[in-house]
């Protein structure tokens, strides 16, 4: 859906798009000519994009096949269509138009982010780079099956700012897990994202450290994985400081590294406590 968020920018075009897929599901098949023809507020080259990518996220269902796009006969999907109206409005409240506009990572491709305080940087080209808030909830949003979240700490402030995104990807009945460090104080769980785990089964969460009666072991990685193909790898916790008055920066990667990040945040899993 980030591609087709990447089209609309805004949540006024959203509406419009909506409202008019929604006049098409009271037909049996349209045909993917119409579709692009009364995509109105959509620039020419910007409509066959449209039409390219509800074909790919299988908004639109396949009737009767053609040689080429424009000339398929679909019908639409209501289901995905119920699903792709909410996200597509959290990716567009929540994305600023420049990042929204920068090209996603591609397979083996590493991208900077960054949290960067104005205080500390005025170099515009700097201050471009994508942040570490948003780049977290990008991941949470495009999530198809499964996201791991590993980081040691957390507060109200960040939490809340993620609860959005992670609330909309419990009711797409995705899996959110959660290692973190133990909680030094009761109110822990009281923070928004933990207090979804007392309504959504699928949000699970375990605590790891461990003691050999010399050393106490814990947790300090950052991460944040989507389905096994995708992570977020730096210095940020899940708070404030870390999203907005720190200077933090971490990677998004894909590729053959996330096979290795996956079986290790498995691995600390099978030895973290319940809680």
Known sequence: MFEIAKILKDRERVGEFVQLLN???EKDIVKGREIVNKLEFLENIEKHRMLNELYKQEV???IKPSYELEEYYFE???DVLDQAEEKLILLVDNFPIDFLERKDV???EIKVVATLPNIFFENQEILKIPSVSSSMAKLITEAEKEIWIVNPFFDDFASSFLLPHIEN???RGIEVKIITRPFETSDKMDMPIFEKKKEHKNLRLRE???EDGENWYSLHSKILLKDDIQCYL???NITERSFKSNFEIGVLIRGEPIKKIS???????EISSKT
């Open 76 to 78: 639409i999907n209501d």
């Open 234 to 236: 730096g210095s940020a």
């Open 169 to 171: 990807a419990l009711n």
């Open 23 to 25: 006049q098409f599901k």
């Open 263 to 269: 079986s290790i945040i498995e691995e600390l899993w």
């Open 60 to 62: 639109l269902k396949v």
């Open 208 to 210: 790891l450290s461990k």
């Open 106 to 108: 591609k397979q083996g």
